[in-house]
């Protein structure tokens, strides 16, 4: 379900009346505005139902906190005649939101250090409109190509499930990021870059592509497996795997495919050695839509077999069983191929009660953070924190405030636990019938012959097979792969 957009509009001076107008024009059902005003001319006769308007003076710090506090809201614009007008009602809004972003209408090239204020000026605009008409000048996008919308512009909100993932592993199928802008820095796409909340990407492709890519982008809404593929792809060794197995995981898939926005079920066989238990999958699978049985004759290998379906087959998540997780050196390459894997472990998945961040390293729970909350929407679960300390030097308020934000953006409650002087995963072990999300790390396929030396809480929780988990794929040195 989309979530709805809070938009607070405050308008002023001779454009208004055309804005209100262009908005009413382009108005769809995702965003709820409420529309502050001090002149009734600028108004139209009829308004949509998501239309909320508020008369005043908004250059009242009391009367505008009153809306300010009605609402969270996403974003902002602010068009007003007079400079000092303007500055007031910036003030206004900081004094209640710190850190949105928002744009302003500028008539006077007012520079107020705000890194969050989007700048509109009208002598640019209009000068770049006309300069554009004159010989020898290079045109921007909306006037060259089909002139159909194949380059868009797409600004990336804070709680977008495209946020904190890194460009490759973002699937591009008729579409193609090609260029970043990050604090009004053109920054150089490579496939490691991370997408933060603010950036704005230059896209090009089909248009009818580019409006769903839009759509997906820029809501806060619960779409996993996307960004990375469309369809939940379990592989199956009917070699190395024990019938008991195979048709456990099936059942398990099962759930996932009813309660997962995914596309499709695929059921991948290998070495398909035993026709009863071909026949069995073939019955587990019958009675559900959007289920594909494919079976691979030419036992070419899993990396081989999963690189080649990857796109052939809008791979969104691998689904594989302990037996599979036993081929080491097998599963290490597939961490190459970007993509989410679902490790099942021995609780049921239909009994799960919450989702789980056992925190590490701030800057890879930073992405993997939005799944948290994608997949406690989409399954019906609550997500849990685990913020445990076993020395007490360690101050993970801005990871905690980010996950409170991601919180209301997707209207969640958090359960937040924070333990000091204790062992993480003894307080983990606690737990029960959880789906815990980690870090995808090389290291987790290399053999640790002394465990109990290890502090890295995500190599332990890898090994315990207990729990379901979902491995994402991320970016370790982000300070470097950004720059």
Known sequence: MDTMKNVLVILD?????????RMVDLNNSFNQYDVVYNDESILQKQLPSNFTLYKFDPTSHSKLKFVLDKVIYQDALVVQSTKEDTIAVIANIRSKYRDLSFAVFDQWDLDLGDPNIKYYRSNDILSNGLVEQLPNIPVFAQNIGLRQGEIMEIKVPFGST?????????GQKNWKIVALYRGEKLTNIKPSLIIKPNDTIIVIGKPDVLIQVYNAISKSTTQFPMPFGKNIYVYIDMYIQEEQEIYDVIEDCKVLHQRLRNSKLIVKVTRPNNVKCVNKIRSLIEDIENVKIDIDYYNLGIFKIIKGD????????????????QCNEAIKSIINLKLPIF???????????NSLLLLGEDKIYEQISPVLFDLSSQLKIVPKILDIDPIGDKNRANLIEHLQNLGKIFNQNINIVQEKG???MARLKKEHNILQILPLKEEMFKKRRIKFFSTDTDLLS?????FNQILMPVVEDIENTNR
């Open 422 to 424: 204790i062992n993480p």
């Open 462 to 466: 890898y090994d315990n097979y207990k």
């Open 13 to 21: 001076g001779k454009i208004a009346k055309y804005l209100i107008k």
């Open 343 to 353: 490790k099942r472990g021995s609780e049921n998945i239909s009994s799960l009660k």
């Open 162 to 170: 495209y946020a904190y993932r890194y460009i490759g592993s973002i």
């Open 310 to 325: 990857k796109v052939k087959l809008d791979i969104g998540v691998v689904v594989l069983t302990y037996s599979l997780f």
